[in-house]
């Protein structure tokens, strides 16, 4: 047909006649006819071949009302005579604001110019496109109350999706021009193939914890098929899987403008069936609800760690998420309880994403007094300890986080089981080891590491302490590495997705190693604890980087179906991490524990609550007579 039209312009430019006004008309006509339908205008690729081009006439039937924050502003429609190929989609949007009257049922015809869609605006850079029927939209309804086409089954007897690539063909890099496509492989085309179409996902198991959003993140079929489980219900990744079978549930079109519909769920709740419209958006497919749910609890509980003895020190890394002053005494209540009931009152604790007596306000104040004595006070009311705390202030606005909050991690310790040895440094002065007859002890304590280092820009300095138990010395450095902000999203166009901080934080894990180098090049028996939120993967290049032939890290002790302290669109993972030097494995008897009470249960951020963290802390109890 392509050949047909081009001889026939060739043609026309020889004759001049007046026929290029039929010519014209000729290829309106081919272009109609390639785009007449939706599975034309979808095609199989994240691109429609019909982008740009205007259409008239195409068929569909209303199967949901697509909400923005301003209302109504236009519906998915699919088309109730599918063609054969399951690559190409029979759903569309229909981006309409100004098309109201339309509901659920309607058999409709619609014209308007089909387009590419980047959700999110500035901030979904790096999102998939949404194919679209905009512009000038006409509507004209066929008829009301028709059928609506029986929903895609996803999971056992219906399309199974992908359970081990998102996207695998290394010569795609942008899925906006790659032109294969391959939806029985990898996930990020098997969702596409589904886009604004029905489906249904038959016992739903939530593997990420509603969100403040009212987002939650399922897999069909219990996780039937999912490569690595956690005991209690998630998924976890590998080096080489990201669990492509994820996918979100929203609540915007059910809920219908107004106020969320669906209740929320924790990991390891169930839904006998799930039923929407499959949409993309903050760099995830998600199924937008268009019938309400009943989900059954999983019966999930909160993770007790098992109390230390006499001759036991135990040390914790516990994040928890911009604590200040000004937070709701519920938060203080709850974190005291944890650290009390399920940590078991460790003797030392890194606490991390401690801010500012003031908060979020950028007024100058970097002092934290006051925030952290509402922590020691609110663990003493639980029936904990009375704790001591060390920290340094940063210098203001220098550390990253919330602009104004100058988070920072510090230490608590129980006085009456530990002691702090040494002087304080200052936020400028880099730590250092003095080395007196084979034997380390820090020059600051606490102090902080490198701090002027290009490393740390925009980030949390490390912190080293030094501390006496039952005549043994132990050095513990708090860490809390540069965040995955800059990364790209695991369902973004780039593919595979560049991780850009993974840089920032190799450089981190450089400074840290040769900080411990240095201590046991001192002595080669030291006791060292390297822990904190190091915002990366128990597998990955800054993590193994850290730990060097120095540090042995605890996670990897654990069964790898129990390697994850924290919940990231539903992927269980690794951020937060204890590692110890060789002296330690080898005469302490580490005995480490991932102890589970934030990361797998619903956003305590929701209406009428408040949340205490979303990380799970870890404790590891070392044997020292």
Not at 66 to 74: E, F, I, L
Not at 183 to 199: H, N
Not at 392 to 408: H, K, S
Request: proline share 7%; hydrophobic share 40%; charged share 15%.
């Amino acid at each position: 047909m392509i050949l047909h039209i081009a001889n026939r312009l060739k043609l026309i430019r020889i004759m001049l006649v007046f026929s290029v006004v039929i010519t014209g008309y000729s290829i309106d006509r081919v272009r109609a006819a390639t785009c007449a339908r939706i599975h034309d205008i979808q095609g199989a690729s994240h691109q429609s071949p019909c982008s740009g081009q205007s259409v008239q006439n195409v068929p569909g039937i209303v199967t949901g009302l697509y909400y923005t924050s301003g209302g109504v502003a236009g519906f998915y429609m699919q088309d109730p005579t599918p063609d054969a190929d399951p690559n190409t989609s029979e759903g569309i949007l229909v981006y309409a604001p100004k098309t109201p009257g339309i509901v659920v049922g309607d058999s409709v015809t619609v014209g308007g110019k089909v387009s590419e869609y980047v959700p999110g605006g500035a901030a979904g850079k790096n999102n998939l496109t949404v194919t679209e029927i905009g512009g000038k939209v006409t509507v004209n309804v066929v008829a009301r109350g028709a059928t609506l086409p029986a929903p895609v089954i996803v999971g056992v007897g219906g399309r199974v999706p992908p359970i081990q690539a998102i996207e695998d063909n290394p010569a795609c890099g942008d899925m906006n021009t790659c032109k294969l496509f391959d939806p029985s492989k990898e996930g990020i085309d098997f969702w596409e193939s589904l886009e604004g179409m029905r489906v249904q996902v038959n016992h739903a198991l939530v593997v990420g914890p509603t969100n403040k959003f009212y987002e939650t993140v399922i897999v069909a079929d219990n996780g039937t098929g999912a490569a690595l489980r956690t005991p209690r219900g998630g998924v976890i990744i590998s080096p080489t899987n990201f669990n492509p079978q994820r996918v979100y549930l929203a609540d915007d079109t059910l809920k219908g403008g107004g106020a969320p519909n669906s209740p929320p769920m924790n990991v390891g709740d169930t839904i006998a069936a799930v039923t929407g419209v499959i949409d993309y958006n903050f760099g995830n497919y998600r199924i937008e609800l268009t019938q309400p749910i009943s989900p059954v609890s999983g019966g999930l509980t909160q993770g007790l760690a098992t109390a230390q003895t006499t001759d036991q020190l135990a040390i914790a890394t516990f994040n928890v998420q911009n604590l200040n002053n000004s937070n709701p005494p519920e938060k203080f209540q709850k974190l005291g309880a944890l650290v009390v009931n399920n940590l078991k009152s460790p003797d030392i604790v890194a606490v991390e994403e401690v801010q500012d007596n003031s908060g979020v306000i950028d007024d100058r104040i970097v002092a934290a007094d006051q925030t952290w004595k509402a922590l020691i006070d609110a663990i003493h009311a639980a029936g904990g300890p009375s704790y001591a705390f060390t920290q340094i202030d940063p210098v203001n606005d220098q550390d990253g986080g919330q602009p104004g909050g100058n988070i920072r991690q510090g230490f608590l310790y129980n006085p009456v089981r530990v002691k702090l040895v040494g002087t304080a440094g200052d936020s400028i002065t880099a730590d250092s080891v003095t080395c007196t007859n084979g034997a380390a002890t820090l020059a600051l304590s606490p102090g902080r590491l490198a701090p002027t280092d290009g490393a740390w820009q925009s980030s949390r300095k490390p912190l080293a302490a030094q501390f006496s138990f039952g005549g043994h010395t132990v050095i513990v450095i708090g860490n809390h590495f540069v965040a995955k902000l800059s990364d790209q999203p695991l369902y973004g166009h780039t593919q595979p997705p560049q991780f850009h901080s993974t840089a920032d934080r190799l450089k981190q894990a450089v400074l840290v190693n040769a900080f411990v180098g240095e201590v046991i090049a001192c002595e080669a028996t030291a006791n060292v604890v390297v822990l904190g939120d190091l915002n990366d993967y128990q597998f990955s290049t800054p993590i193994t980087t850290l730990a060097g032939n120095l540090l042995d890290n605890l996670m990897l002790t654990l069964p790898t179906n129990e390697q994850y302290s924290y919940v990231f669109d539903g992927n269980s993972e690794v951020l937060d991490q204890i590692l110890v030097s060789h002296n330690l494995t080898q005469k302490a008897a580490p005995a480490y524990q991932v102890v589970h009470i934030n990361a797998e249960f619903y956003n305590d951020a929701l209406p009428g609550s408040v949340r205490s963290s979303d990380h799970d802390p870890s404790v590891v109890r070392l044997t020292l007579p």
